[in-house]
């Protein structure tokens, strides 16, 4: 079945650092792909998507790209701030519309 | 509006207890979903429902009933808790199956089950 594969955490830096959080995913067909944020003590929210190949989704400095050809969507940004501290979850949207969720990857920054 | 509320926020139970977690939503979006969030392993979906009166199973139902008598709200009753079912519970609401990705979650319920 489809599937999310993250990159394990924690993920600590300092505060202006660049971030990357690896997500690759294995999907029948071409599925939607999402970032979700979750800050300690509550509940997830979108960040950002993209629906089809080479799209970029971005929000909030953070940016994505679908890249079918080694099936990925890395999460990237410039320069991290203490409050980008959350737990990152990848997630596709399979042919049922279904959400499938990563691990996901807590990221912690540093001042 | 209040989005997805859900109650309570925390819980213990025994061993054999049954409870019902409740969630509320109150902008009238036509599909509900339960996951269970486990460390190390995500969200996983429980059960969803795509309007009033229709519900079916996700990825890890057993354990856990649910009913959709109105479109606001959706209930998930664990008939006789288990260790295994100590998690935290998110419930989720979109207007629609095809916007899943716009989903709104709740604020989580931990449970803990001795």
């Known amino acids: 079945g489809d599937s999310v594969t993250q990159m394990e955490g924690p993920v600590t830096l300092s505060e202006e650092a660049f971030l990357t959080i690896n997500c690759t995913y294995t999907a029948t067909g071409y599925p939607s792909l999402f970032w979700y944020v979750q800050y300690p003590g509550e509940g997830l929210q979108l960040l950002l998507k993209?629906?089809?190949?080479?799209d970029k989704g971005s929000n909030k400095g953070f940016e994505a790209t679908y890249r079918k050809e080694t099936t990925s969507f890395h999460l990237e940004k410039g320069s991290v701030q203490v409050s980008d501290s959350a737990v990152y979850f990848c997630?596709?949207?399979?042919?049922?519309?279904?959400?499938?969720f990563g691990s996901g990857t807590r990221l912690l920054v540093r001042p | 509006n209040a989005g997805v509320t859900q109650t309570p926020k925390f819980q213990v139970l025994k061993t054999g207890q049954s409870m019902t977690l409740q969630c509320a939503q109150d902008m009238n979006h036509e599909y509900m979903s339960w996951y269970r969030q486990d460390p190390g392993m995500g969200l996983r979906l429980i059960h969803y429902?795509?309007?009033?009166?229709?519900?079916d199973q996700g990825e890890v139902p057993n354990g856990y009933n649910v009913s959709r008598s109105t479109t606001e709200d959706f209930p998930l009753r664990l008939l006789s808790a288990a260790p295994s079912q100590t998690s935290v519970y998110f419930c989720?609401?979109?207007?629609?199956?095809?916007?899943?990705?716009?989903?709104?979650f709740g604020p989580g319920t931990r449970l803990t089950v001795l």
């Open positions: 989720a609401s979109t207007l629609d199956r095809g916007k899943q990705d716009t989903q709104y």
């Open positions: 997630a596709l949207r399979d042919s049922s519309y279904k959400l499938i």
């Open positions: 993209a629906t089809k190949a080479d």
């Open positions: 429902s795509v309007g009033a009166g229709i519900t």
